[in-house]
């Protein structure tokens, strides 16, 4: 047995990658039962890929849908999709979307036989039914949440933003479509993309790292800085693809590493502004650079020479090119003691290679405001 290895690994069981593979949706979950609820945002309809995917299947009135609104899923919100997927009888919930679609169709999945409300198991609450089947589609390459078995939701009552994780949450398929970015706004690929690198650089560098969370984290970062400018001045096949498994592969770094500061710091700021979490974390990433850079050791050098450059330098150039600039700056510090208690308590926090004290969460806070 190897300290190097992690003592659990949890994967998908089927990963889809192709051009396209968004259209094999019914022939894909044809095995998980033949009434399902799918998840998404907006764009599935502006585009008419909602209604390419009702029309591959055999009997249309075998699917539901919940269409999002927008902003970050809430405790209520996963509630609601559990009623209305028990309602339409569903063997399996689709997430066809973004990172905040993806967590509130893997918890609606995960928790779709609880017998207790989502907030009891997002408080430690342990989870003892299983859930039904989760299909993750990710339009979006940036949170990894098809990867990850954990669901991000916000407690409004409590203005707090955390976790509920359970192995069950686990994607059984995810299909990877590089012709769902293609409609992406370039400010959404960019936080998004941004994000994501982010999630690689933390993983690589975090206490809990191992050799296979560095294959993963390290392959994203470069797949993500390499082809990011590329596909939102091209949207190239080749170049979403890259950072569409960039992506995912920062996915399964951060689900077996952990993460850092930049995200235990990030889900506060994100409540307490309502500021799009892609977007949080793009501006935290230099001020942590220069936070760990010691803590980092040979691996900021690994780090510099995968994307050929300086990491911090062209981390600094990036977050100039695609003109992404701290919502922050200006404005009034709101609740810093409840921003700094619920940092440094933070999981993420923990795995930061440097130990995170106060005077560090006030550091990254100067430097955002």
């Known amino acids: 047995m190897t300290a190097d290895f992690p003592s659990e690994v949890l994967l998908p069981q089927k990963v ?17 039962g033949s009434r399902g ?75 779709f036989c609880a017998k207790r409300p989502p907030v009891h198991y997002q408080e430690g609450g342990r989870l003892e039914e299983k859930g039904i ?5 990710p339009t979006t390459a940036g949170t990894g949440s098809e990867a ?3 669901a991000v939701i916000i407690n409004p009552d409590k203005k707090a933003k955390l976790s509920i994780r359970e192995k069950s949450f686990m994607a059984c398929k995810i299909l990877l479509d590089p012709d769902l970015l293609k409609g992406l706004p370039d400010a959404v690929m960019a936080c998004s993309a941004m994000d994501a690198w982010g999630q690689g650089y933390e993983s690589f560098i975090s206490k809990n790292a191992t050799w296979f969370t560095d294959v993963y984290a390290l392959k994203s970062i470069e797949l993500i800085s390499r082809h990011l400018m590329t596909a939102i001045q091209t949207r190239s096949d080749e170049t979403l693809a890259a950072i569409l498994v960039g992506s995912y592969f920062a996915g399964v770094a951060l689900a077996h590493a952990r993460l850092g500061v930049i995200h235990g710091l990030a889900h506060p700021l994100g409540v307490l502004y309502h500021v799009p979490h892609g977007l949080v974390c793009s501006v935290c990433f230099v001020p942590s650079i220069q936070l760990n850079r010691e803590a980092m050791g040979r691996k900021y050098d690994t780090m510099s020479r995968t994307i050929g450059q300086d990491l911090e330098q062209k981390v600094c150039k990036m977050i100039a090119d695609l003109n992404l600039v701290s919502p922050f700056r200006g404005k009034p510090i709101l609740e810093k003691e409840k921003m700094i208690e619920e940092t440094l308590k933070s999981g993420s926090t923990a795995a930061n290679p440097k130990p995170i004290g106060r005077e560090d969460v006030e550091f990254l806070l100067k430097e955002l405001f």
């Open 148 to 150: 990850t078995p954990n």
């Open 133 to 137: 089947p989760f299909v993750a589609v």
């Open 37 to 111: 609820l799918i998840v998404h945002g907006a764009s599935l309809e502006k585009d008419g890929r909602r209604e390419q995917i009702l029309a591959s299947f055999p009997d249309r009135r075998s699917l539901a849908f919940f269409c999002r609104k927008g902003g970050e899923p809430t405790l209520d919100e996963v509630t609601e999709v559990i009623e209305i997927a028990r309602g339409a009888g569903a063997e399996w919930i689709a997430g066809i979307g973004g990172g905040s679609v993806l967590d509130l169709a893997k918890a609606a999945a995960g928790l």
């Open 16 to 32: 889809l990658f192709r051009k396209g593979a968004v259209l094999d949706f019914a022939r894909e979950t044809a095995d998980l």
